[in-house]
């Protein structure tokens, strides 16, 4: 069972998030907060494997609250909860340790799917989200493109095949059922990957991936 913890200052959003979850059998909610510092209290008392964060909280917003997060429960994978209007907050929380940004208004199966990738140590990156943040780094998307396929170049064909997984939103364990390897493989391909690229997370190859046209329709 995925333990989840929902921290959104809406009442009305937590209920259609819990909703959603509770569709999926193997997942859930464990407990809600309103407000950042809320959510990091709950996350020690009930150990959840996900924890879904809105980004604009009162008291300690969502950047914050995954700050102190990473300290208090660094087992659980943190997942930004964004609208259309929070480019600048995503780009932002790129640089952090969150496993992924999830758009409110986005697919139900997309959020379900984004839930079980990171608890199963992947990262969850709507492709819409992912979209914007490239455009919000800006330049042009084909030279962005270019250099992101050259940044690339220097993995073997099995860490390109990872990395597309990965940015596709499969979690470790679908990733090495689709190549038919150990998770343990898998794990070891993507910390070889993120040491040789200098990245810090998996969030920031997921959209490596996306700028290199890697996942299909990026």
């Known amino acids: 069972m995925i333990r989840v913890l929902l921290a959104d200052d809406e009442t009305m959003i937590r209920a259609g998030v819990r909703a959603i979850l509770a569709t999926d059998p193997g997942i859930e909610v464990v407990a809600e907060a309103g407000d950042g510092h809320e959510a990091v209290e709950l996350a020690r008392e009930h150990r959840p494997h996900v924890v879904l964060l809105d980004i604009r909280m009162p008291r300690l917003d969502g950047l914050g609250a995954a700050e102190e997060l990473r300290r208090a429960v660094p087992d659980a994978a943190v997942v930004m909860l964004t609208t259309f209007s929070e480019d600048a907050y995503v780009a932002r929380a790129l640089g952090s340790g969150v496993s992924g940004f999830l758009l409110k ?80 493989t898998v794990k070891a391909h993507v910390s070889a990957v993120l040491g040789r690229l200098g990245l810090r997370n998996r969030v920031q190859l997921a959209v490596l991936a996306y700028e290199a046209g890697l996942v299909p329709g990026a």
């Open 105 to 184: 208004s986005g697919d139900p199966r997309e959020l379900i799917a984004g839930v079980r990738a990171v608890a199963g140590g992947g990262a969850a990156l709507s492709p819409t989200v992912a979209r914007r943040v490239i455009d919000t780094f800006g330049g042009e998307r084909f030279t962005r493109t270019a250099e992101a396929r050259t940044r690339l170049e220097p993995l073997t064909g099995r860490e390109r095949e990872v990395v597309a997984l990965l940015g596709a939103g499969l979690s470790n364990q679908e990733i090495a059922a689709r190549m038919h390897v150990v998770e343990g």
